[in-house]
């Protein structure tokens, strides 16, 4: 079964903290796997990518195969990261799969 | 990249009435789709709108209480049909040109009572 599981659905660091967001995912194939995020009444964007394996916004996010992980991490965090992050997997017919999301906030 | 625009922004209905969501994109794309997201929860994919075809629904929707209409490459609608309080909902349309990426569009909330 394909599925995308983000543990925490809150995470409260402080300003300058480093930060992980957890997101394991279950998939049979080589999968495609996002991060989107939606800030405060914005619409929900992409992120990054796993393919494009660049950093956008300080944020980086490795594929781990071995552990079905595609993590998303910031060494240092800052108040305008507070968002809610969204782990997102792309399987069969282009179909994506989100997850429950992990609502981020930055505290001063 | 794509921009997506979505009307009516926010409705509020009286249950067992219909109501159809418009979303526009700004170029041609290959893939449209339209989510629902609840209160506090995640997206759940309604179904994948198909140009010229009918809609490709998921598990739990059905084409008489969620039809949807791709007349073209850049325009869809879909309507929620004799609805409940339980359609309350933000309704999300996306597109993607093929490359796995999702564009979203506002997204339309949805208050039945």
């Known amino acids: 079964a394909q599925r995308v599981t983000q ?3 809150l995470l ?4 300058g903290a480093p930060v992980e967001l957890k997101c394991n995912y279950s998939y049979s194939g080589s999968p495609e796997l996002f991060w989107y995020v939606q800030y405060s009444r914005q619409r929900l964007q992409l992120l990054l990518r796993h ?3 660049e950093s956008i916004k300080g944020f980086t996010a490795d594929l781990n195969k071995g552990e079905t992980s595609f993590h998303l991490k910031k060494p240092f965090a800052q108040e305008e990261d507070s968002a809610m992050y969204y782990c997102a997997l792309v399987g069969q017919g282009f179909k994506t799969i989100f997850g429950a999301g992990t609502r981020l906030f930055v505290k001063a | 990249s ?4 979505q ?3 926010r409705d509020i209905c009286q249950r067992g009435t219909s109501l159809t969501i418009q979303c526009q994109v700004d170029s041609q794309v290959t893939m449209m789709f339209w989510y629902r997201q609840q209160p506090g929860q995640s997206l759940t994919l309604i179904a994948t709108a198909n140009q010229g075809s009918e809609a490709t629904y998921e598990s739990g929707f059905v084409i008489d209480k969620f039809p949807i209409s791709r007349p073209n490459l850049t325009f869809s609608t879909l309507t929620v049909s004799n609805m409940s309080p339980e359609d309350s909902s933000i309704y999300l349309c996306s597109a993607s040109d093929g490359s796995y990426e999702q564009y ?3 997204g339309t909330r949805l208050t039945v009572t």
């Open chain 2, 7 to 9: 009307k009516p922004s």
């Open chain 1, 51 to 53: 393919i494009s394996r």
């Open chain 2, 2 to 5: 794509a921009v997506i625009s």
């Open chain 1, 12 to 15: 409260s660091v402080f300003k």
């Open chain 1, 7 to 9: 543990p925490e659905k």
């Open chain 2, 104 to 106: 979203f569009g506002p």
